[in-house]
């Protein structure tokens, strides 16, 4: 059995992407994420590796941009203002069809906001964050455990891709210290024969870029990366079903609150109530068939999220407003209690009693 | 006898820049380095925003477009990985010296080892001739209708001088090129930027004082001759900082 050491979730990314390959970090400082940082910036070196403060989130991502165009392995991380200012870089790399790994440890916003944990950045890591027609892969984790495994999971999907994979993640799980298992497969090798490497006078040149004049090839281009974000939709959706045989409601929460609401069904079976979780790993590609399926059979669905009720409107996209959802939230860096969401719980089980 | 062809470093590919524009002679200096130093199988260039935001088509060796100011850092990237590789920035005044002043000020605090070639030709020239951050005072353009008021928006910035003063830069210089004998001292400049590269010395920069007949409304002959009357003598040709020479 693989060995567990204890971390803070936000070190069990850093050193995930390290065993996933990863050798070059760019980051900026920020609450509260800083640790991935101080990580990459003690390990690195030791490891022929590259770690590098840069100026700003811009500089940051792209520097990110110029790894990757060169076929490496590449990340930065930083939490919800900061990914704003990345915003430029994320649709340039989606433009350009270069892997990253982004990682949104996320804090209450919008503005400066605060430093205490949100999901207030559903919308923009969801709907890609910058301008023009793209997606990123967007993972959630929910334990220290899925911050590690879905950083490595993130660069394979990346580079198989050709996509940013952004870690969504929260101040909560990015704080807290679990036992994690940080046994990785060796990392999967992708033939990158885009990459600018250098000629080496062996080949035509290689070049890498965003910009298409001719309206009718730059069409053609957003149709076909459509084409493969399809092909993510269809092979790459991750998501948690947990007592959702029986369900007649049903509780659709990720990361922090998707914890909070676990132990929210579990008191609510405990008083008899036919209740269960669907707990989307991947926000995109959102779990929509779950959704659509669970739609058929359940009576309403509770949205659980640190937002304004964001991820409640894909439930509704994805559920064609079958069935009603109700939004159960803590905004500002405020999180939902297993009693506020126990208490949703009943209120929606209250009509058949 | 072949007394003249194309570099190596070059496409065949037909430039898409105004007539007069000197972007052309640049390009061609940029090339020749290249080729003289045998590097163009190692060299990756980084295009603009700009006028020479299509310079990927123009040379030879493996190129890539960054998003506008952001060239140092894109550079940065790709030095870091692959630091054997010969990596260039390719910027005009306003990329390098506006939108992407930070990018700049901290590649070059760093002596981050690439070169940057900095095309100021005072304006936006793709953008069809706005006030650029080295439009001079008193310059017309279409954001400046009544002349450059440095009361309103400063004066015009030296980059050469201003980053002087960092500690980071190993070659910080300028040259023109609207004179044989100017273009001949660019070509000099431009090829031990690339140098300095090759010998792992660092930062390099080239600032090209370069013409615009177009946006300045000039004939060709006429804004070759405001180089020497109007830019000059506001940006004084000549090196400003060249670690190598004082140790030597």
């Known amino acids: 059995m693989a060995e567990k050491v204890l971390m803070k979730g936000n070190e069990a990314i850093a050193e995930a992407a390290i065993q996933a390959g990863c050798r070059h970090y760019f980051g900026y400082p920020i609450t509260p994420q800083t640790e991935i940082a101080a990580y990459m910036a003690k390990r690195m070196p030791k490891i022929g590796g590259v770690f590098l403060q840069a100026e700003s989130e811009i500089a940051a991502i792209n520097m990110v941009y110029g790894v990757s165009a060169a076929g490496k392995r590449v990340m930065t991380s930083s939490s919800s203002p900061g990914i704003s200012l990345k915003g430029e870089g994320l649709s340039y790399l989606a433009g350009s069809d270069l ?12 503005g400066l906001g605060g430093i205490q944990p949100s999901q207030a950045d559903y919308f923009q890591a969801t709907r890609g964050g910058g301008h023009g027609d793209y997606h990123m892969i967007v993972l959630a984790p929910a334990s220290v455990q899925e911050m590690a495994s879905l950083t490595v999971k993130g660069f394979d999907l990346a580079d198989k891709y050709r996509m ?30 885009w990459a600018l490497t250098g000629t080496k006078m062996a080949r035509k040149h290689n070049i890498v870029t965003s910009l298409f004049l001719q309206p009718e090839a730059l069409e053609k281009l957003n149709i076909e990366r459509y084409a493969r974000y399809r092909i993510v939709e269809e092979n790459e959706v991750m998501y948690e079903s947990f007592q959702m045989e029986d369900a007649e409601i049903c509780v659709v929460a990720y990361g922090i609150t998707a914890r909070v609401s676990k132990n929210a ?61 109700t939004l159960v939230n803590r905004v500002g860096g405020m999180i939902p209690t297993p009693e506020q969401v126990l208490s949703a719980i009943e209120q929606a089980a209250g009509g058949d009693r | 006898m072949i007394v003249a062809k194309r570099p190596n470093s070059l496409t065949a590919t037909p430039t898409h820049y105004c007539p007069g524009c000197t972007h052309g002679i640049i390009h061609r200096l940029v090339a020749e380095a290249i080729d003289t130093l045998g590097v163009e199988g190692r060299t990756i260039g980084v295009a603009p925003v700009g006028c020479s935001v299509l310079a990927y088509n123009y040379f030879a060796f493996d190129m890539i477009e960054a998003a506008h100011g952001r060239a140092p850092a894109v550079a940065t990237g790709l030095k870091r990985a692959e630091p054997g590789n010969i990596i260039f920035s390719y910027q005009g005044d306003g990329d390098l010296a506006s939108i992407g002043m930070a990018e700049t000020v901290h590649a070059a605090a760093r002596n981050e080892n690439i070169t940057i070639i900095f095309v100021n030709n005072a304006i936006y020239g793709m953008t069809g001739g ?99 009357d109007a830019m000059i003598p506001y940006y004084p040709l000549g090196v400003y900082k060249d670690r190598s020479a004082k140790e030597a």
């Open chain 1, 99 to 110: 892997p990253a790994l982004v990682v949104n440890v996320q804090r209450g916003g919008p």
């Open chain 1, 265 to 325: 069904v579990t008191a609510a079976r405990a008083k008899g109530i036919r209740v269960g979780l669907i707990r989307p790993i991947t926000l995109w590609p959102f779990p929509k068939a779950a959704l659509a399926e669970a739609a058929t059979r359940v009576k309403s669905f509770l949205s659980v999220e640190m937002s304004m009720g964001q991820m409640i409107e894909d439930i509704e996209l994805a559920t064609r407003c079958k069935k009603p959802v």
């Open chain 2, 130 to 228: 706005q006030m650029a951050p080295t439009s001079l005072p008193g310059q017309v353009t279409q954001t400046s209708p009544y002349g450059r008021d440095v009361t309103q928006c400063g004066y015009p910035i030296r980059v050469c001088e201003m980053l002087s003063q960092l500690e980071g830069p190993e070659y910080l210089t300028r040259v023109a090129v609207n004179s044989v004998k100017n273009v001949n001292t660019a070509k000099k400049a431009i090829e031990k930027a690339f140098r300095n590269q090759v010998e792992g010395k660092g930062f390099s920069l080239v600032e090209v004082l370069s013409g615009c007949p177009t946006n300045w409304g000039m004939t060709p002959q006429a804004a070759l001759q405001w180089i020497d």
């Open chain 1, 164 to 193: 940013t994979a952004m870690i969504l993640a929260d101040g909560t799980i990015g704080q807290m210290m679990e036992p994690v298992s940080l046994e990785v497969e060796p990392p999967k090798v992708y033939e990158k024969p």
